[in-house]
Nanobody, 126 residues
Framework: QVQLVESGGGLVQAGGSLRLSCAASGRLFSTYSMGWFRQAPGREREFVAAISGSGASTYYADSEKGRFTISRDNAKNSVYLQMRNLKPEDTAVYYC???????????????????WGQGTQVTVSS
C-alpha cells in the first residue's frame, strides 16, 4: 500500500506558476504509476496528468498540454506537477493518485487509481 500527501498549493495570480508535490510512503515507489487529478467547485473530478513508474512516459489531458509538466523522483518517493501560465479556471483542489501498475497505458483508458491523497487547494485570481 502507499499513502500520499500533497503540498505546494496556494493562491497565485493569473499567469503565475506553482509546483505541486506529492510525497509517497511505502516501498517500491517505482512500481506505481502516478497521476494528478483536480476538482473544481460544482464539477466532477478530472484527470490532469500521469507518469509511468520509471518516469519515462507521461500523459496529459488535452487542456493542460504545454502548461503543466509532471515529473517524479523515485529516490525521494515523490511526484511533482509544475504548472505555468495559470488561469482562473485552473482553480481547484488538486489530488495526487497512484496505481499499483507502472505502465502509463492504464491512464489513457479511463484511469481509476486505487490510492489518493487528501488534496491541495490551488486558487488562481484574475
Amino acid at each position: 500500500q502507499v499513502q500520499l500527501v500533497e503540498s505546494g498549493g496556494g493562491l497565485v495570480q493569473a499567469g503565475g506558476s506553482l509546483r505541486l508535490s506529492c510525497a509517497a510512503s511505502g516501498r517500491l515507489f517505482s512500481t506505481y504509476s502516478m497521476g494528478w487529478f483536480r476538482q473544481a467547485p460544482g464539477r466532477e473530478r478530472e484527470f490532469v496528468a500521469a507518469i509511468s513508474g520509471s518516469g519515462a512516459s507521461t500523459y496529459y489531458a488535452d487542456s493542460e498540454k504545454g502548461r503543466f509538466t509532471i515529473s517524479r523522483d523515485n529516490a525521494k518517493n515523490s511526484v511533482y506537477l509544475q504548472m505555468r501560465n495559470l488561469k482562473p479556471e485552473d482553480t481547484a483542489v488538486y489530488y495526487c493518485a497512484a496505481d499499483d501498475r507502472p505502465s502509463i497505458d492504464i491512464w489513457t483508458m479511463g484511469p481509476n487509481p486505487g490510492y489518493w491523497g487528501q488534496g491541495t487547494q490551488v486558487t488562481v485570481s484574475s
